[in-house]
């Protein structure tokens, strides 16, 4: 089958020996063709390869059946948050062995799912906003808490304190939580008092203090200008500073009621920044590092108008990659009159 370049995909397989227009042989027959493959034959000028004509793959239909499985997953996380959260509510305490109950399953579905960026893309939806943000938060803590080389156990022992950092939440007026304008110093001041709730109502429910410090240190930063108490890195717990970066991260990736979410590839740059003096830089490294190569193959709305996909990360500016759109290329490395301004999944 004979396709433009600017149609291959991750994981084609070329039928044939593939030259440069100067009879320079580029790749040979056979190669299964990735990124760097497909980007080396643009670099020669190569305008159409013929590739192994393939049936659709039992692996494309099990990534499907994956999807749906992690979709159903979520679905029962974020109504089991929602009990929780409200017998917190009602009683200052929940049942401890429901968080296990909720939470397993889902972290269960993610160690065959690792493609984190497509999970954020899943849970891109109309949920409760404080609901869904406790299921990312948990979900972005367990990997981030793997990729800094945790153990299994401590993994979700991290994932269960970043799934409740918000309970305390329930004790925030809902007029307050759902005002769409700017808070009040006052107001504010009222939402931070969720810091201290969740302590309590975590120590009320279960006998793990570590959850409960997570709960209260969340935002604390390193520099100590964060909240309720001021702490500097050394005081701040260490599953603490894992779960504030998938708070900050989870938090300006979705759309609020007084603010609007913002691009995924935007918002890592933002947690670049605040790695000097406000979050953990070696955690911040380690998420920038595993997610920017989730975003290979992902369709993209460029500010231009123009659809493109993404199709190789820049090393020059590892947060503006080089985006194919219709046989044209976006070096948003060079081009900074051009950004993204959403992503899709494949």
């Known amino acids: 089958m004979r396709v433009h370049v600017t149609d291959l995909k991750p994981g084609d397989y070329l039928k044939e020996d593939t030259f440069s227009s100067r009879g320079l042989h580029v790749l040979p027959k056979g190669t299964q063709l990735q990124t760097d493959e497909i980007f080396r034959l643009i670099q020669h000028g190569v305008d159409y390869v013929d590739i192994e004509s ?4 039992p692996v494309s239909a099990g990534r499907s059946s994956a999807i749906q499985a992690v979709t159903t997953n979520f679905d029962n996380t974020i109504i089991g948050f929602e009990s929780l959260y409200l017998e917190a509510l009602t009683k200052g305490s929940f049942n401890q062995s429901m968080v296990d109950d909720v ?5 269960q579905s993610l160690d065959r799912h690792k493609d984190v960026v497509t999970l954020l893309l899943l849970l891109d939806r109309e949920d409760d906003y404080t609901y869904n943000h406790s299921l990312q938060v948990g979900m972005l803590s367990y990997f981030l808490a793997s990729w800094l080389g945790y153990g299994k156990k401590e993994c979700y022992e991290i994932s269960k304190a970043g799934f409740l950092i918000d309970i305390g939440k329930c004790r925030i007026p809902a007029s307050i939580l ?13 939402v931070k008092k969720h810091t201290l709730h969740g ?3 975590i120590r009320n429910s279960m006998p ?7 709960a209260l240190q969340h935002h604390e930063r390193e520099d100590g200008t964060g909240y309720p108490n001021g702490l500097r890195k050394p005081e701040i717990h260490p599953y603490a500073q894992i779960a504030a970066i998938a708070d900050v991260y989870s938090a300006m990736t979705t759309a609020r009621v007084y603010q609007s979410k913002q691009e995924l590839i935007a918002v890592l740059r933002e947690i670049h920044n605040l790695s000097f003096g406000k979050l953990n830089a070696k955690a911040v490294q380690a998420f920038i590092q595993h997610m920017m ?4 193959g992902k369709r993209v709305l460029l500010s231009s108008g123009d659809m493109g996909v993404i199709i190789m990360n820049n090393p020059t ?12 290329f976006f070096d948003l490395a060079r081009d900074r009159n051009v950004g993204i301004v959403e992503i899709y999944m494949e």
């Open 54 to 57: 393939v049936s659709p793959s």
């Open 208 to 214: 793990d203090e570590h959850t409960a410090l997570v």
């Open 199 to 201: 302590y309590e109502i």
């Open 317 to 328: 500016d590892m947060f503006r990659p080089l985006v194919q759109s219709e046989g044209r």
């Open 103 to 107: 939470l397993q399953p889902m972290l």
């Open 178 to 190: 759902s005002k769409p304008q700017k808070l009040t110093p006052e107001e504010f001041e009222e």
């Open 293 to 296: 190569p989730n975003f290979i």
